[in-house]
């Protein structure tokens, strides 16, 4: 609070995180969201491309799993959703993508779970994955990885941590489950039901209609800064 009364200008990257602040007396707080096109290769592709496999019983989880949240769930939809959702589906595979560190992802390896670590181009893996998975427990922000599905145009499984700071005022394209059980019912209705899967990711696009690009953040970082400055000369 202290700091935040020193400042000539706040700016948050989320809505709830402005209203916080806003709580303390301080309603100068501007919001500027992260981008979702800051991947290349996806860019350079037909979005339609990254659905090519419809048969696939394939999920996809990227993150950085030195980080203590992604790691613990990768544990958790391992230990407590994977086997709830082999009890219905049985030939279903998941793929942890990204960075391993120091984190002891790589002891979940098996013939159901792919630990690959990083890799240069996601291509792949969002080509051969019908969901994407984000069963975090714990953090805070806007989850990138979210918003890279959302580009790639995935059905999306999450917890609501994994969308704290995305408010979409839409037909939604997320399926939040915070328990074992919905998150492994919700994986199953997905696999089983071609028709909600294509709904879910047709309403991807329109998400990302309504969101920021990088280069609108930087332009609207820019005008604020250049605001601040001119103001307290």
Request: glycine fraction near 4%; include cysteine; proline fraction near 3%.
């Amino acid at each position: 609070e202290l700091v935040w009364k020193c400042v000539n200008k706040i700016v948050t990257v989320t809505v709830s995180d402005a209203s916080i602040i806003n709580k303390f007396g301080i309603n100068d707080v501007s919001v500027v969201t992260n981008g979702y096109d800051h991947t290349p290769f996806l860019t350079n592709n037909d979005i339609t491309d990254f659905n090519i496999d419809k048969m696939s019983h394939n999920l996809l989880y990227v993150g950085n799993y030195d980080y203590r949240p992604n790691e613990d769930a990768a544990f958790y939809f391992v230990d407590e959703i994977l086997p709830l959702i082999k009890n219905k589906i049985k030939n279903i595979k998941i793929y942890f993508v990204g960075n391993i560190g120091t984190s002891n992802i790589e002891k979940l390896r098996s013939d159901d779970v792919y630990v690959t670590g990083r890799v240069d181009n996601l291509d792949e893996y969002y080509k051969k994955s019908s969901i994407f998975i984000c069963p975090l427990r714990y953090g805070g922000g806007i989850k990138t990885k979210i918003l890279e599905a959302l580009y790639a145009s995935k059905s999306i499984v999450t917890s609501s941590i994994g969308l704290q700071g995305i408010d979409i005022p839409i037909e939604s394209p997320f399926v939040i489950a915070d328990n074992p059980t919905d998150f492994a019912n919700e994986v199953v209705r997905l696999l089983s039901n071609d028709l909600y899967r294509s709904q879910k990711e047709a309403a991807c696009k329109n998400v990302l209609s309504m969101w920021t690009t990088w280069n609108k953040a930087a332009d609207l970082l820019t005008s604020i800064y250049s605001n601040a400055i001119i103001e307290n000369i």
